[in-house]
């Protein structure tokens, strides 16, 4: 592979695969949509093989993968969250409106669309009458079996489509892309995927699709079912040789079998071309993905698809959307995480690190930023134009690169250290200006090609970066407004408690006046000294309790994780009404006194606990019983845990619902409980929460969070050094990683 050409690398590092306009445009109005849920975005992603890459590609990207690969589309969207796709999608679309100069146009390509959905159908279809434990993963397979062509397509432009249209046979086309450019789309759609770590059977599905028959039977699963799709989506007839290796896969199937589930696939894929505007051809079998790209791609104006999604984006500013998603974001980290995952999917930018502008010191540093080379952090620049392109940048707000032989300097040696960090042999500097003040400057590791083709589109990248820093000033802005709001209300909180205190002095110091006049008037036989002693100290504790109301009590050390106890209690208060008293359902939650601190997301463990409640009320009916204990002192795998149980004595749960906490079920035969509990599952795996969960039909269900506890340095406990690659799934005892 090291001795492509470059644009083909770039286009395959940079997941740069072209998505059709309809469903961006579909995608955006989804994710704008309160009423869209995962399943509906899923449902639209695994419609296209380059946003299903794209997703893929960012779920498993090193600053967002957490724990095991991502390899279906519902954890990796659910991983994401529809802020990020929101963002995805928007800069997918950017794109696409500055890349219109590639020639291809959306016809053009319509045949690989439907192509490539026929082939993930039947994917799909086999792996499930095969048996296959993971059908999505062969429906994603199936999807992007050809991407290699698109990735070819884009990055060769006019000598890949004079192949493409020259070479009529499907079969064929491997052995010309060989010939001419020594790869052929199967090793880059191969080399694609390992890049985002997926299982290798996952690559081999996609490298192996156009292998021998007779080298095929020795291949695993996964491939032969791709391959089998692909060879039925090739041919008019189905081969005698074919219906006899879905025999092999299945052990029972027969020739009209094969046949059903080709009719089924053709019928599928024709309902989703046509909901996408493609027109579909009156024959599907065979397919050719090619067969109406033209040798010499003409200049083709936009469609009307292109017209009402550029519209859509167009607003104030081009990149107006990517800035309300920025403006939406709670923290310098989530900011600079979404920059530079926008500057990969718009400019192909796959190296960058930050240096933020410290007023105080005059200089520009990067110590408080994580995930990016050490030596960034390591550094301080002051503004001082002869110190670094960097400085230079900020200072004439301007973007500068070591390829321009008008910007100064050249050869600063922290600039050449830049570079090597970023492995790259030079540096372009966007400064991050806004409101006329520097926040920072993005350093991005560039190559002379990459500088070339970016050369078009600098003021695009100079408007990229003054939003980043309105983002980052506004963030600033929301911080201090929240601190002086703060300060202001406890100014107004210490006059208010100082007039109460004068207001309820006076009378405290009435009624003890009175007592001591009672204690004098009442004989010494009275026997009442000692209540009117109790009465004095009392009236003194309230006195001193209001006199301690305008003190500022000492601010606590900043406590980490959150209290698993509290977080039960809470969530009893606000909810457990409605999901269990008002339905008959005797809850139990005896809860412990000390505080259990663990390493948890506070929204996603309530996210967690919320949807496992709402399973086991919607199960149980008036009379039966749902009980929640926490214990501490758990420790799985030398790692110390806080353990969350519930259990009832309901109707119990199938087996396919409870491996849906694992894996998603195909369909909704798993019940009501299925899609909740795979959310779940999705979920604790993000947060490396471990679950068991038991259940037999008739006597009952019981479910078992393993949380992560927050241990201090002196505990003795450390965590297993495997535990941070496993994370178990427990099916009644049976542990799935």
């Known amino acids: 592979m090291h001795n492509l050409p470059e644009p083909i690398l770039q286009a395959i590092e940079s997941g740069r695969i072209p998505?059709?306009?309809?469903?961006?445009?579909?995608?955006?109005?989804?994710?704008?949509?309160?009423?869209?849920?995962?399943?509906?975005?899923?449902?639209?992603?695994?419609?296209?093989?380059?946003?299903?890459?794209?997703?893929?590609?960012?779920?498993?990207?090193?600053?967002?993968?957490?724990?095991?690969?991502?390899?279906?589309?519902?954890?990796?969207?659910?991983?994401?969250?529809?802020?990020?796709?929101?963002?995805?999608?928007t800069c997918l679309s950017i794109q696409s409106l500055f890349e219109r100069h590639s020639g291809v146009s959306e016809a053009d390509i319509s045949g690989f669309w439907?192509?490539?959905?026929?082939?993930?159908?039947?994917?799909?279809?086999?792996?499930?009458?095969?048996?296959?434990?993971?059908?999505?993963?062969?429906?994603?397979?199936?999807?992007?079996?050809?991407?290699?062509?698109?990735?070819?397509?884009?990055?060769?432009?006019?000598?890949?489509?004079?192949l493409l249209a020259s070479t009529a046979d499907e079969d064929a086309i491997q052995a010309a892309e060989s010939a001419r450019f020594s790869v052929h789309h199967g090793e880059i759609g191969t080399w694609l995927t390992e890049q985002w770590q997926l299982d290798s059977s996952f690559a081999d599905g996609i490298l192996f699709h156009h292998a021998l028959p007779q080298d095929i039977v020795t291949a695993a699963a996964l491939p032969q079912i791709v391959w089998l799709a692909h060879a039925i989506a090739s041919h008019e007839e189905i081969a005698p040789e074919l219906v006899a290796f879905?025999?092999?896969?299945?052990?029972?199937?027969?020739?009209?079998?094969?046949?059903?589930?080709?009719?089924?696939?053709?019928?599928?894929?024709?309902?989703?071309?046509?909901?996408?505007?493609?027109?579909?051809?009156?024959?599907?079998?065979?397919?050719?993905?090619?067969?109406?790209?033209p040798a010499t791609p003409p200049a083709t104006p936009a469609s009307a698809a292109e017209s009402e999604l550029s519209a859509m984006i167009s607003g104030m500013a081009l990149l107006q959307p990517l800035q309300q998603d920025l403006f939406a974001l709670e923290s310098d980290a989530e900011v600079l995480l979404s920059l530079k995952e926008s500057a990969r999917i718009l400019f192909d930018l796959n190296r960058l690190a930050f240096l933020l502008y410290n007023p105080s010191e005059g200089k520009l540093s990067g110590a408080a930023i994580g995930d990016q080379p050490a030596l960034f952090r390591q550094v301080d620049i002051p503004l001082?134009?002869?110190?670094?392109?960097?400085?230079?940048?900020?200072?004439?707000?301007?973007i500068l690169t070591s390829f321009d032989p008008a910007a100064t300097p050249q050869g600063s040696l922290i600039d050449i250290q830049f570079a090597r960090a970023l492995g790259n042999s030079g540096l372009l500097c966007i400064p991050m200006i806004g409101r006329q003040r520097i926040s920072g400057v993005m350093i991005c590791g560039l190559s002379q090609a990459?500088?070339?083709?970016?050369?078009?589109?600098?003021?695009?990248?100079?408007?990229?970066?003054?939003?980043?820093a309105i983002s980052l000033d506004a963030l600033q802005e929301a911080k201090d407004y929240r601190q002086q709001a703060e300060k202001e209300a406890s100014s107004r909180f210490n006059r208010q408690a100082r007039r109460v205190i004068h207001e309820a002095g006076n009378p405290l110091g009435i009624i003890k006046s009175y007592l001591r006049i009672l204690d004098r008037k009442l004989p010494a036989e009275a026997g009442l000294r000692q209540e009117l002693e109790v009465l004095n100290e009392e009236i003194d504790r309230v006195a001193s309790i209001v006199g301690r109301m305008s003190e500022i009590p000492q601010q606590p050390p900043p406590a980490s994780g959150l209290d698993a106890g509290e977080l039960v209690n809470e969530l009893l208060l606000?909810?457990?009404?409605?999901?269990?008293?008002?339905?008959?359902?005797?809850?139990?939650a005896p809860l412990p006194a000390e505080s259990l601190r663990v390493n948890c997301e506070r929204d996603s463990l309530k996210q967690i606990l919320l949807n496992l409640w709402k399973n086991a009320s919607e199960a149980l009916v008036a009379g039966q019983q749902f009980k929640i204990s926490l214990t501490d002192h758990v420790v799985h795998d030398g790692t110390p845990y806080v353990q969350v149980r519930m259990d009832d004595n309901g109707p119990g749960m199938s087996d396919a619902a409870m491996r849906s906490i694992h894996q998603p079920p195909e369909d909704s035969g798993s019940g009501p409980r299925g899609m909740g509990l795979a959310i779940v599952g999705s979920l604790a795996r993000h947060q490396r929460i471990p679950i068991t969960c038991r259940s037999r039909a008739g006597k009952g269900t019981s479910i078992a969070l393993l949380l992560p506890k927050l241990e201090s340095p002196s505990s003795g406990i450390t965590p297993h050094p495997e535990a941070s690659s496993a994370l178990p799934v427990s099916v009644n005892g049976v542990v799935a990683t």
Request: charged fraction near 20%; glycine fraction near 6%; proline fraction near 5%.
């Open 19 to 89: 998505s059709p306009p309809q469903l961006l445009l579909r995608l955006l109005q989804l994710v704008d949509d309160d009423q869209t849920t995962m399943g509906d975005l899923a449902t639209l992603v695994r419609q296209d093989p380059g946003l299903s890459a794209k997703v893929l590609s960012i779920a498993n990207s090193p600053a967002l993968r957490r724990g095991s690969e991502l390899r279906s589309l519902d954890s990796c969207l659910i991983a994401l969250g529809t802020r990020l796709v929101r963002s995805i999608a």
């Open 114 to 162: 439907v192509h490539s959905l026929l082939v993930a159908e039947l994917s799909r279809s086999l792996a499930v009458s095969a048996a296959h434990p993971h059908p999505d993963e062969a429906y994603l397979a199936g999807l992007l079996h050809d991407v290699g062509q698109l990735i070819l397509l884009t990055a060769l432009g006019e000598p890949y489509a004079q």
């Open 246 to 293: 879905h025999q092999q896969l299945t052990a029972s199937a027969t020739a009209a079998d094969l046949d059903s589930l080709r009719q089924q696939a053709e019928q599928q894929t024709r309902q989703i071309a046509e909901a996408l505007g493609f027109h579909p051809p009156e024959k599907f079998f065979p397919l050719h993905a090619w067969e109406n790209l």
């Open 384 to 398: 001082e134009a002869h110190r670094s392109l960097v400085a230079a940048a900020a200072i004439q707000n301007k």
């Open 450 to 468: 990459q500088y070339s083709r970016l050369a078009k589109r600098l003021p695009w990248l100079l408007n990229f970066g003054r939003i980043a």
């Open 574 to 588: 606000l909810y457990g009404d409605a999901l269990f008293q008002a339905r008959g359902i005797r809850i139990e």
